[in-house]
Nanobody, 127 residues
Framework: VQLQASGGGLVQAGGYLRLSCAAA????????MAWFRQAPGKEREFVAA????????YYADSVKGRFTISRDNAKNTVYLQMNNLKPEDTAVYYC?????????????????????WGQGTEVTVSS
């Protein structure tokens, strides 16, 4: 599956952005989808994930309560609504897809287990 992320930009602290990730392919609903981010000089880190049907979501502690992941399988798109943004949220955000049959939180939050990646969209939060 090919992934195309969009929606990044420059925003002031306290502001919001909505990222989108469009997938090309007919089997979008068979993939667990996730967002990761990578700040300059840091390793890529897990942000949020959503299961095949969208009924279960998972978040990093640093974004819980501020970010919401959702998906529309009819549109082959996953979203990341980011509210109350902080300067520490500044990073390149990547969407990823994994063809899991089963998973646990350790697997879900590890970038090594994802099969497909989008090109990244940059988010800059000014203080």
């Amino acid at each position: 599956v090919q992934l195309q992320a969009s929606g990044g930009g420059l925003v002031q602290a306290g502001g919001y952005l909505r990222l989108s990730c469009a997938a090309a392919g007919r089997t979008f609903s068979s993939y667990v989808m996730a967002w990761f981010r990578q700040a300059p000089g840091k390793e890529r880190e897990f942000v949020a994930a959503i299961n095949w049907g969208g009924g279960s979501t998972y978040y990093a502690d640093s974004v819980k309560g501020r970010f919401t992941i959702s998906r529309d399988n009819a549109k082959n798109t996953v979203y990341l609504q980011m509210n109350n943004l902080k300067p520490e949220d500044t990073a390149v955000y990547y969407c990823a897809a994994a063809n899991f049959m089963f998973y646990n939180r350790v697997v879900l939050t590890s970038s090594a287990h994802y099969d497909y990646w989008g090109q990244g969209t940059e988010v800059t939060v000014s203080s």
